[in-house]
Nanobody, 126 residues
């Protein structure tokens, strides 16, 4: 069984920063063999990919809406993926989910992600 546990969400003023973490575990899950992604879902909206990173961290993807403000990174020794969020805007308010891709190369389609965390809420006040 694979567990992905997010942390670091909270309430922040516009222009502020947050750093999300996602710790992965599982007896048969080798973190370094999976690309990882961060998704978000606001009330009444579809879940969208925010950022993704390949197994070694050599390739990254960012949604246009967060490019230049968010940075995804990973530490394979710690089985953890991070999302540094700077210059936060009220429209970034959403539940943020960590997900593990079934493969090593990053994917931008939600169907490629097999494992999901429970989510952490990010609220940005204006």
């Amino acid at each position: 069984q694979v567990q992905l546990v997010e942390s670091g969400g909270g309430l922040v003023q516009a222009g502020g920063s947050l750093r999300l973490s996602c710790a992965a575990s599982g007896r048969t899950f080798t973190f370094s063999r999976h690309a990882m992604g961060w998704f978000r879902q606001a009330p009444g909206k579809e879940r969208e990919l925010v950022a993704a990173i390949s197994w070694r961290g050599s390739s990254t993807y960012y949604a246009d809406s967060v490019k230049g403000r968010f940075t995804i990174s990973r530490d394979n020794a710690q089985n953890t993926v991070y999302l540094q969020m700077n210059s936060l805007k009220p429209e970034d308010t959403a539940a943020y989910y960590c997900a593990a891709d079934r493969g090593m190369a990053l994917s931008t389609t939600i169907r490629a992600y097999d494992y999901w965390g429970q989510g952490t809420q990010v609220t940005v006040s204006s």
